[in-house]
């Protein structure tokens, strides 16, 4: 039987952190996982580039039960922090649209680093373990059962990540281990996902697949994305989608404006003005994509000059142009998912340590929880952040 002061079950980004964190502070840490490398996520995130974190965090950026929650963790470890560690490792990175901040050359430096950070530490990182059983001993401390030994220790650190992506090793064993110890967790559901078409969609909308606009798009709670939009052969994907998925539900319509930023009335009164004879085909094509405006509008329709539509139908026009109401059949689930909206319940926990308030020693962080952030950064900052609350706490 091996002692350690710390484990951490979970290789992935918050569990690197954590560990990192507790060794600098002369822990002995022990990082368990089953996968046969570390930090698998992160090396195909931002198509493999790691949108590491973000300029702008704030606690508005993440969904969670309990909105105060992120507070003290976010704001005790900021992304200029993150941003300073990757710097002192000489990683080059850009800034993209709306603050993500993206490797220049590889999301295998960020995992580089990391493992660096905690070989700095003295935290060792141990693979392709299997645990078969946790308890927690009369003592306090906790003593887990493994495939090649067994081992104690007084902090255990659960940062075993959520349900997306099962292809990487996704399962629900944090959850499990929470259960287990009395710990509620809240229902999980695939976040930041793209959509699927209806079967009669389908058929109307797949060869539109690979067209891509620029949109806002609405929830029905009024949550609003102005980003791109993707037609594909399966659904409706691009940034724009895959963030207003975090808040619909399912058999909720959502609503597109598909001329972000343009005033739909007063354009198509202006053309009407300067050139009335113009058909509503070649209006519309100086607008969108000509393969979409023949999917989303009549044929009889667009074949009709200007002067010809009635007051009825370019009313209509103008409401399917800025907010057309569409009816997605589902998402993609788990599969292709970023991130598990819900998870641990934020209320069993220490805002401050990560710590579970009534299980002392036992500690969750990441995205096993009930914190999920937008698209852009904010989850791998979610993971930097909880991981350092509690690695200054085991």
Not at 276 to 300: G, I, M
Not at 339 to 346: C, R
Request: charged share 20%.
């Amino acid at each position: 039987m091996k002692h350690h002061d710390v484990i951490i079950i979970g290789a992935g980004a918050a569990g690197l952190m954590c560990a990192a964190s507790a060794g600098y502070r002369g822990r002995d840490v022990l990082v368990l996982d089953n996968a046969k490398q570390a930090g698998r996520k992160i090396l195909i995130s931002g198509g493999g580039r790691c949108n590491f974190t973000n300029q702008k965090v704030e606690p508005l950026n993440f969904i969670c039960s309990n909105g105060h929650f992120v507070k003290s963790a976010l704001a005790r470890y900021r992304s200029s922090d993150f941003i300073e560690l990757v710097e002192r490792h000489g990683i080059e990175y850009h800034e993209r649209d709306h603050g993500q901040l993206f490797c220049n050359d590889s999301a295998k430096e960020i995992v580089t680093m990391l493992k660096t950070e905690c070989e700095w530490a003295g935290a060792k990182i141990q693979l392709k373990t299997e645990i078969s059983q946790i308890v927690k001993l009369e003592n306090g401390q906790f003593e887990l059962s493994t495939d090649k030994e067994t081992y104690t220790c007084e902090s255990l650190v659960i940062a075993t990540g959520g349900l997306s992506m099962p292809k990487l090793g996704a399962s629900p064993y944090g959850y499990h281990i929470a259960k287990q110890f009395g710990l509620k967790v809240l229902p999980t559901s695939a976040g930041l996902v793209p959509f699927t078409w209806h079967s009669e969609q389908k058929q109307k909308f797949e060869p539109l697949s690979g067209i891509a606009i620029p949109s806002t798009i609405t929830a029905k709670d009024g949550t609003q994305f102005s980003e791109a939009l993707l037609f594909t052969h399966r659904g409706l994907s691009g940034p724009a989608i895959l963030q207003i998925s975090n808040f619909w539900n399912p058999g909720e319509s959502i609503s597109i404006n598909l001329l972000p930023g343009i005033d739909a009335r007063a354009a198509i009164e202006l053309v009407l003005a300067n050139h009335p004879k113009q058909s509503l085909r070649n209006t519309l094509a100086h607008w969108l994509p000509k393969r979409l405006v023949e999917a989303l509008f009549d044929e009889a329709l667009l074949n009709k000059a200007m002067n010809q539509l009635v007051h009825k139908e370019l009313e209509q026009l103008a409401v399917d142009l800025e907010s057309w109401e569409i009816l997605m059949n589902g998402t993609e689930g788990y599969r292709t998912a970023e991130v598990t909206l819900g998870g641990v319940d934020t209320d069993e926990l220490s805002s401050k340590t990560m710590e579970a308030k009534s299980v002392s020693g036992l500690f969750f962080i990441g995205e096993v929880m009930d914190v999920s952030g937008w698209l852009g950064g904010f989850n791998f900052q979610w993971a930097w952040s909880s991981g350092v609350a509690a690695g200054q706490a085991v």
